[in-house]
Each structure stands twice: as C-alpha cells, then as structure tokens.
C-alpha cells in the first residue's frame, strides 16, 4: 500500500534562517506531487506540483522553493524565513491523470 | 481565477440531526471536485464527482455534482459526535490545478 511520510510535525524557527521540508512517498511510483499551505482562512493553497523529477510548477511568487531531487520525495525549502511563512504546510501525492491526492500529516511551521 | 466558496463557515448541530454543506465554484476546465474531511490538520478523502446528477454516496454521506449550476453539496445523515471536522471542498480546473475552498466546520455536539 502506498503511505505518505512528511516531517517535522512542528518547526520553529527564527526569521532569516533556512527551511527545509521533506515528504517521500512509498508503494507508488511517478507520483505527482504537491505542497500545500493552509493560511488562518484561506483555505488550502496549492504551492508547488512536480509531475516528475526535477519537473517544479509555482502556483504562487513567494520566499519558498521546491525541489524533486529523487522520483518519490519532494522537499520544500527557503533560504530566508519571513514572519509571513508560518503556517500549516501539506505534502500530497497523486495517481498521474488522477485528481484523488493523498495527503501528509503536515508540518506547523511557526517563524519567530 | 479559479474559486471555491463554502457555506455555511461553521456549524453547530445535534447528534442525530442531518446537515447539509455547500460548495458553489468558478473553474477554468473544471475536472472533478473533492470533498475531504479534515481532523488533527491532515484532510482526508471523501468523494470526488465529476458528472451532474450523479450522488455518491458512503455510509451516511453522500453528495452530488450540480455542474450547469456549479455548486455541490455534501450531506451527512444522523450526525455523531466523530462528524466534528472541518469539510474541504476542493475543484480541480485546467493543468491539474487544485483550488479549495476555505471549509465549514462543523461541530456536532451530543
């Protein structure tokens, strides 16, 4: 079966420092992938999607990067924190051509 | 732009009572839209529809796709305290883009 491993659950960092978010997949191969935000309100926000490796989409400009360095794990990165990156992040896979995306647990990110 | 608008925000019912949740949307190429239910921060998959008219439905859930009108709801029959979370409506348009609405939670107390 397949299983969705994202981590760490909760972060706190200063603002300037480095981010680095990690997320594999197991049981699946060619994943789409995806990082989701959640913002107090906004709902979730699609932030990047890779069909495959080293293929990046951004959906929005932001302080955030995304790479696919092996075929099942999507890391998300930042070299300098903002206040404004807190917030709940979310690792997703898909089936390709299926919308049906499987979600990490998330990680609280919280920049102080 | 791509939206999702849910409604109501946030619900408070009684166990046992029947609730129903909406979702109205504007897509570029819609594709399907979603229902997840979201508990401890991680959304979990409920249904996805993709043609009109068609319910889908899962033990007490159920939903259907209105797409001339562009709105779906999600229905839950004899509500329990375990129903309490927050319900994501998502819409998939055109490249596989996914946007979401913003949720209704709902709260069901005993």
């Known amino acids: ?34 990082w989701y935000r959640q913002a107090a309100g906004r709902g979730l926000q699609l932030l990047f999607y890779s069909v495959g490796i080293g293929q990046i989409s951004s959906e929005v400009p932001q302080n955030l990067s995304a790479s696919r360095p092996q075929d099942r794990q999507f890391i998300l990165s930042s070299k300098k924190l903002l206040l404004s990156d807190s917030g709940f992040y979310l ?3 898909s089936v390709d051509g299926d919308t049906e995306a499987f979600f990490g647990q998330g990680t609280r990110l919280t920049v102080v | ?21 909406n979702c109205s949307y504007e897509v570029t190429n819609f594709r399907s839209l979603l229902w997840y239910k979201q ?29 001339k009108e562009l709105f779906s709801i999600l229905n839950i029959t004899a509500t329990q ?20 609405g913003t949720g209704t939670k709902l709260q069901v107390i005993p």
């Open chain 1, 1 to 34: 079966s397949q299983t969705i491993h994202q981590w760490p659950a909760t972060l706190v960092q200063p603002v300037g420092s480095p981010l680095s978010l990690e997320c594999t997949v197991e049981g699946t191969s060619n994943p789409n992938l995806y």
């Open chain 1, 91 to 93: 690792c997703a896979w």
């Open chain 2, 1 to 21: 732009e791509d939206k999702v608008v849910q409604s109501p925000l946030s619900l408070v019912v009684h166990e046992g009572d029947t609730v129903t949740l």
């Open chain 2, 39 to 67: 508990e401890k921060k991680a959304p979990t998959f409920l249904f996805m529809l993709t043609s009109s008219g068609i319910e889908k439905k899962s033990g007490r859930l159920s939903s259907i796709l209105d797409k």
């Open chain 2, 81 to 100: 305290t375990g129903d309490s979370a927050v319900y994501l409506c998502a819409v998939e348009g055109g490249y596989q883009k996914v946007t979401f």
